[in-house]
């Protein structure tokens, strides 16, 4: 079992970066796919980045390509999410969350463990 607590979210303005932080505890984190995805009112949860366990792969949604980078630091329990040049529509809640399968996968419904989230919000 894994818990997990996103921090770093914030209000910034168009063009702006801010980086997500994802804290993870257990002994076992070296075990799970980590992702980021984020859900805005109205909507249902958007994967938005993945890494697997070993780091070496990594998946994004179209529209976060060559702005966001996902990367993990297992020797600190720890997911992050560098978003850059930050557009209006990237505001939303963004959740961390861990799934032990063993495919990299985008469904929230396949993750076994979320995070309570961190609001962005980026103004025009």
């Known amino acids: 079992q894994v818990q997990l607590v996103e921090s770093g979210g914030g209000l910034v303005q168009a063009g702006d970066s801010l980086r997500l932080s994802c804290a993870a505890s257990?002994?076992?984190?070296?075990?799970?796919?980590m992702s980021w995805f984020r859900q805005k009112p109205g909507k249902g949860r958007e994967f938005v980045a993945a890494i697997s366990r070993s780091g070496g792969g990594t998946h994004y949604v179209d529209s976060v390509k060559g702005r966001f980078t996902i990367s993990r630091d297992d020797a600190k329990n720890m997911v992050y999410l560098q978003m850059n040049r930050l557009k209006p529509e990237d505001t939303a809640f963004y959740y961390c969350a861990a799934d032990a399968g063993g495919l990299l996968r985008t469904s929230a419904a396949m993750y076994d463990y979320w995070g309570q989230g961190t609001q962005v919000t980026v103004s025009s």
């Open positions: 257990g002994r076992t984190f070296g075990v799970y796919h």
